[in-house]
């Protein structure tokens, strides 16, 4: 993947066309240390897995041909302003072009990773910023108050660290925290603790089981009032293309939903961005369904579901199990790294 960027880190002027083979080790060192993290920024930058992955290539990569000026420095900060810069670029790109229906992001399955309140020294093992409603929530910010918000909240950085993956004086990094928390309003990165992740687990199956025996006015009681419903189908399979809101007409779309389509060959509930989720499998038939499908709600604090997500989009499925702490990060062939396969 080649990716356009206008600022970088500050390189060596001098760099060689061709690596030396210290730096090359240096650089294998630091992907082992530093791509999980990376990866976590870049995921949380774009709500993309598969992009997640190939921006962090990129960013050894370009480690590579332009190495920093100062190489004996540490090496995680320049790593982590490329990384920023790269996915602020993609961002830009993918908002820039068209999309078919309500756009959510690639799904990742993160039971592996720890608790709140742990002290975890490897901070891609963080929840905060992962749960599908706050990554779709940063869609409103700009790509700039994004990075910001992904780098604070997401990462627990500091304004001096952000202002220097950004590039930018620490008081611009205060304004814009600022402001893009204002306009996220009462919406917060915090990870949900075990208690409030076993209460989305029950209130979900609850609802499944109304789905499934058609029962409307239960589905209606476990929906507030307001909820919306976005599918997500990537123009590829049949999806509502447009988000639907209410209570009585959310409640009839799944329903019809369920009666209409073939029952699923096999479900399994598994926590999917930090909050628990259905996974179906659909059998062979309709060329324009799906044959799998995401499906997760967000709870109010009176119980009831506000949002459900339900994503349907192949490629977007597919990515469930491509964080990298389910599967070895895949080094660029330059840098002359073994993949270690699965973890």
Not at 252 to 271: C, D, Q, S
């Given at each position: 993947m080649s990716v356009e960027t206008t600022e970088e880190p500050p390189s060596s002027p001098s760099s060689p066309s061709s690596p030396s083979s210290a730096w090359t080790a240096t650089l294998g060192a630091a992907f082992e240390r530093d791509a999980r993290y990376l990866w976590g920024l870049s995921y949380r930058l774009t709500g993309s897995a598969s992009l997640a992955?190939?921006?962090?290539?990129?960013?050894?990569?370009?480690?590579?041909?332009?190495?920093?000026?100062?190489?004996?420095?540490?090496l995680r900060p320049?790593?982590?302003?490329?990384?920023?810069?790269?996915?602020?670029?993609?961002?830009?790109?993918?908002?820039?072009?068209?999309?078919?229906?309500?756009?959510?992001?690639?799904?990742?399955?993160?039971?592996?990773?720890?608790?709140?309140?742990?002290?975890?020294e490897d901070a891609s093992l963080r929840r905060e910023g992962l749960t599908l409603a706050f990554v779709v929530l940063l869609e409103v910010l700009s790509p700039q108050q994004r990075a910001v918000v992904v780098l604070r909240d997401g990462l627990g950085l500091s304004v001096a660290e952000t202002a220097e993956a950004l590039d930018?004086?620490?008081?611009?990094?205060?304004?814009?925290?600022?402001?893009?928390?204002?306009?996220?309003?009462?919406?917060?990165?915090?990870?949900?603790?075990?208690?409030?992740?076993?209460?989305?687990?029950?209130?979900?199956?609850?609802?499944?089981?109304?789905?499934?025996?058609?029962?409307?006015?239960?589905?209606?009681?476990?929906?507030?009032?307001?909820?919306?419903?976005?599918?997500?189908?990537?123009?590829?399979?049949?999806?509502?293309?447009?988000?639907?809101?209410?209570?009585?007409d959310v409640a009839?779309?799944?329903?019809?939903?369920?009666?209409?389509?073939?029952?699923?060959?096999?479900?399994?509930?598994?926590?999917i961005n930090c909050l628990p989720a259905f996974d179906a499998i659909y059998g062979p038939g309709d060329p324009r369904g799906a044959t799998r499908a995401i499906f997760q709600g967000i709870l109010g604090v009176d119980g009831r579901f506000t949002e459900l997500h339900i994503i349907l989009a192949p490629a977007k499925v597919a990515a469930v199990e491509r964080a990298p702490w389910l599967r070895a990060p895949l080094p660029p062939a330059e840098l002359g790294v073994a993949s270690r396969g699965e973890l």
């Open positions: 992955e190939d921006l962090v290539q990129e960013t050894f990569v370009r480690a590579l041909r332009r190495p920093p000026a100062d190489e004996g420095r540490p320049w790593l982590r302003r490329v990384a920023t810069n790269l996915g602020i670029d993609a961002l830009r790109r993918r908002q820039s072009q068209p999309y078919d229906g309500p756009w959510l992001p690639e799904p990742i399955d993160t039971a592996g990773l720890s608790d709140p309140g742990v002290d975890v930018v004086a620490a008081n611009n990094v205060k304004v814009a925290h600022h402001r893009a928390r204002q306009r996220l309003a009462e919406a917060s990165a915090s990870a949900p603790d075990a208690d409030l992740r076993r209460r989305h687990g029950e209130r979900l199956g609850e609802l499944f089981g109304a789905i499934a025996s058609g029962d409307e006015a239960r589905v209606v009681e476990l929906l507030s009032a307001d909820v919306r419903v976005l599918s997500d189908g990537g123009g590829v399979v049949r999806a509502a293309r447009r988000v639907v809101v209410g209570a009585r009839r779309l799944l329903i019809g939903i369920a009666r209409k389509g073939a029952p699923p060959v096999g479900v399994t509930l598994r926590e």
